[in-house]
């Protein structure tokens, strides 16, 4: 029997939601059920591939190609469950599913109206695709009171009746703020947030509260009291002292055990063992490195969120602290390298990582042309890797004018739009006039790599599969060329027609990929190209 979780947030966004989903999934798990984590998103994008990073954070890509909201990369890193299509919806899907429905005349000349299509769509959406899972968590995006998120907590309240009483459990997250003019910890908002839900139908089971401070006892208590749950189901969530931490903190308050005991399961000891050993490597590493990442998107750092946490896995896996530096990479559009140096020159590692548009594609060419010449570890990823062929291609392939046809249609195009790839056994195809949504190379492609190569030596295995989303690509018919400016094509797609690795012999370690390899690191699986683009870069700091 599969039951269904619902994680609501109240008082204000930005609470941890999507981490507390994640890690309540990883604390089912650690007592042996399998489980399955999904969001439900209230705003109108039909999907937040064509939303800027800098407003609401990283895309995150699935196997199956769909881009997704990030938190579904909080539930893969905790989990290890892989997402997929299914496990991510918005009001916009919903309604174009919908709409879609009404104009083939599925509706039968009914009336469509929000109750019962749109919330029909929404249910149908939460019991999808569930085969043997033992939990189903759906995280409502956004907080209690919008009226964009009014037609999902509707679904779920005819939901629990579908359900019956054992079926599902509603978890709400809180903030208890700390008014430090008169010292104390206030429970009204966790009140009225509760109310809120009350007001439409929605009783939660269980609260967790976000709070900067321990709760007293008689807190905790009153708080029940009000809300209208037991004093052990008020789960204080205290801000912990790394994300690697709160699984423990979380269980330690009691929140499995209380999940359990709603739905009236034995109780199973958890295994937190690798929780325990990751939190403890992560706060005992034996040094530290800096990496710099030259970037588009630097003020939000949201933007590049698998990127920061794979970063911190291989971190980890070498018992190293990384400190990122983020670096706009319009700084280094000048010809001055003393500007380079002085951002450059004590770092470890310099990455360049995915990202859209002309804007800041010379400072990345800039810090790439730095980071190999001198011999600073370098990791391209997409974006990155395309201004790391360009960079080689103006600097050492005698092609001054090299370019990417992203940017227009002059130079020498050694990036460009690509009009048709295959999928398995079909073919994609694409013009330059197609929408933008949802039309890049997306999902999981293979990747064949060459055996005397640097990614072999990372890989140890010459077929890979990893997950894509870009648009152009390396136009192949330039091998040579690039080989012959030292930059080989270490990657291929099966058909041997798309560039997907490229690396530098002439360098310690210089290494470019067209896919996002951060999307598949996870804790306790640091991604085998972020482990040892650490481990260069501590050999890297040992020299500077
Ligand atoms: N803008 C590039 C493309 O569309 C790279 C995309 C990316 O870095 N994700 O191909």
Not at 5 to 11: A, E, L, S
Request: with cysteine; hydrophobic share 35%; aromatic share 8%.
């Amino acid at each position: 029997m599969t039951r269904f979780i619902f994680i609501t947030g109240g008082v204000v966004s930005s609470l941890g939601k999507g981490l507390a989903s994640a890690v309540l999934g990883s604390l089912l798990q650690s007592r042996g059920y399998k489980v399955r984590l999904r969001k439900l998103d209230p705003y109108l994008n039909v999907d937040p591939g064509t939303m800027s990073p800098t407003q609401h954070g990283e895309v995150f890509v699935t196997d199956d190609g769909a881009e997704t909201d990030l938190d579904l990369g909080h539930y893969e890193r905790f989990t290890g469950v892989t997402t997929k299509k299914t496990d991510n919806v918005t009001t916009g899907r919903i309604y174009s599913d919908v709409l879609a429905r009404e104009r083939r005349g599925d509706y039968l000349g009914a009336t469509i109206q929000v109750i019962p299509h749109v919330t029909d769509a929404i249910k149908e959406f939460v019991r999808n695709d569930i085969t043997d899972e033992d939990f189903v968590l759906c995280e409502i995006g956004g907080t209690v009171g919008d009226i964009e998120s009014l037609p999902f907590l509707e679904a779920i309240r005819q939901l629990r009746n579908d359900l019956g009483s054992n079926g599902s459990c509603i978890v709400h997250v809180t903030l208890l703020p700390f008014i430090h003019a008169a010292g104390e910890l206030k429970t009204k908002p966790t009140q009225h947030s509760v109310k809120e839900l009350q007001s439409v139908g929605l009783q939660p089971d269980i609260l967790l509260c976000r709070t900067e401070r321990p709760v007293p006892l008689d807190q905790k208590n009153k708080i029940g009291q009000f809300c209208n749950v037991a004093a052990a189901d008020v789960i204080i969530a205290e801000d912990a002292r790394s994300i690697y931490q709160v699984p423990l903190a979380y269980h330690s308050q009691g929140f499995d055990t209380q999940i359990c005991r709603h739905f009236n399961l034995d109780e199973k000891k958890p295994v937190l063992k690798r929780w325990e050993s990751i939190a403890y490597d992560f706060e005992n590493p034996e040094g530290k490195i800096t990496i710099a990442i030259v970037g588009k998107y630097t003020s939000l750092q949201d933007s590049y969120k698998s990127l920061g946490e794979a970063i911190t896995h291989g971190g980890i896996a070498n018992k190293l602290k990384v400190e990122v530096e983020w670096i706009d990479s319009e700084v280094f559009e000048t010809e001055n390298d003393d500007i380079l140096s002085h951002y450059l020159s004590n770092i470890s590692g310099v990455l360049v990582p995915g990202g859209f548009g002309k804007r800041g594609s010379e400072g990345k060419i800039n810090a790439i042309r730095f980071a190999r010449q001198r011999h600073i570890p370098f990791f391209g990823i997409c974006f990155g890797m395309q201004m790391a062929v360009l960079e080689s291609a103006r600097a050492l392939g005698n092609l001054p004018n090299a370019n990417s046809s992203e940017f227009g249609s002059g130079g020498d195009l050694l990036v460009g739009l690509m009009t048709e790839w295959a999928t398995g056994n079909s073919k994609e195809q694409r013009t330059d006039f197609d929408d933008l949504g949802g039309t890049m190379r997306l999902g999981a492609y293979e990747c064949h790599i060459t055996r005397e190569s640097l990614a072999y030596q990372i890989y140890n295995t010459i077929e890979i599969s990893e997950r894509h989303r870009h648009r152009y690509e390396v136009n192949i018919n330039f091998q040579k060329l690039l080989e012959d400016a030292g930059l080989f094509i270490s990657g291929l797609s099966p058909d041997g027609r798309l560039p997907e690795i490229v690396e530098r012999k002439d360098h310690p370690f210089f290494i470019a990929v067209q896919f996002h390899p951060e999307l598949k690191s996870k804790p306790f699986q640091p991604h085998p190209l972020f482990t040892e683009f650490v481990s260069a870069a501590g050999k890297h700091s040992r020299l500077v």
